[in-house]
């Protein structure tokens, strides 16, 4: 009799960096003025985020990525002076637009990931790698203040790659890069808390986790879409990341 | 009264991998076919090598590099079919020939590198990348291999910067990428056992250490010229680096 047809093994996993590996909102909260309350920096935080999200789809597919550092600024000064913040502007000087930018260079990790990519790279052998949009400069300050080294085996930023996610161009050109462009990409997964980032790359092939973090992906308020987007592959955090990729690997033997 | 000029602090060190870091000569001996005397597989492996780096120089600068598993390949049959040593093609078959290509993708690292790196680390507070010819899975096996993760942060090849040393731009790109295109080159330094590199990071404007290894730069018999070349700046391995990094940033504060 023959046997199901059987995914390759799992070899790589490929982690989407800031908001689902880092706390992005808590470093820049601290770095915005002081003398706006604590409400109105984490509305500003959360805002000036998802208008990221927004420039990033806005921008033609394929188009060679834009230093994070100048859409950082760029995005703040709009929402300040053209809105939707301009009642907070009269807290900013060039000075404190220049040190929120800066606070997305140094971020801790959420407490779960160190544990959780510990647990997955001991108990599954797979290689893990940072693939997500930014400069290499931003990643290596970002591993450096997130302590995440150790867990992590190479970064791969849009910057390096040359273009940006959701571009299917730069999933396939990480796959070639690990040695997985031959294998197919069912031999990698990808683990974001951006159901954008997911569905680019299941579209080109990868398997993938979706991780729900209270900061981002505030506009995907569907849960169900989520969960069937990702085949019931959705956690709250890192903790139970090693038992689902068992869980994917034994379903894709057929078991 | 006018202080010297001062170079900008060393902030980067790139290091050559193969040859360098790492002891390429005893996995390819271990991995060339047993029929063959030690003498024999050890002749071999160093005339291997030499062709790679023949090969490399005679290329058009700036050419897109080739994958180095290919370029093993081909150089090991030319040398057995077309010579310098058809007298040993008798002991080869198509699996011993991939046997031994695969062999440059595991080696370990000469004995003085880690504690070397993990002083320099940590006496000068620097960040340490590979720059080296070679595909991205390459150096993903061979970081593995030697165990050298904890006192690398990143890298860098030149498959993923889409050119190869000694052509300028592979230089240039890497400093682009850790954030030192602004304060300029000399805040790098080079370190490698092959002088074609290191002329190469010089013209740039990288400083450079040069470290003798006996499997590496057997036609650089000049060693007056490598003293001269950088700058004094010559070491038999990595155990005295700390201190050349140091004595080369005080020598550059004027002091």
Redesign the interface.
Known sequence: MSQPASAPPIRAVFLDFMGTCLDWHSSVVRALPASLTEEARSDLALVWRQAFFDDIRSRPPGEAPEDIDVVHERLLKRLLEEGPRTDVAHAFSDASITEAVQAWHQMTAWQDVYAGLAAVREQLGV?VFVLANG???LQ?DL?RSSGL??VI???FSS??LGVAKPTPEIYKRALD???LGRDGPGGAVMVAAHAYDLRAAKAVGLRTVYIRRWTDDLDETDDELLVRENDGYVLDDFAGLAEVLKKMQSASDGH
Chains 1, 2 share one sequence.
Do not use: H, K
Request: net charge negative.
């Open positions: 290689e400069t290499t400069r290596l591993v080294a150790p085996d190479m970064l910057q390096l890069l690990v040695g």
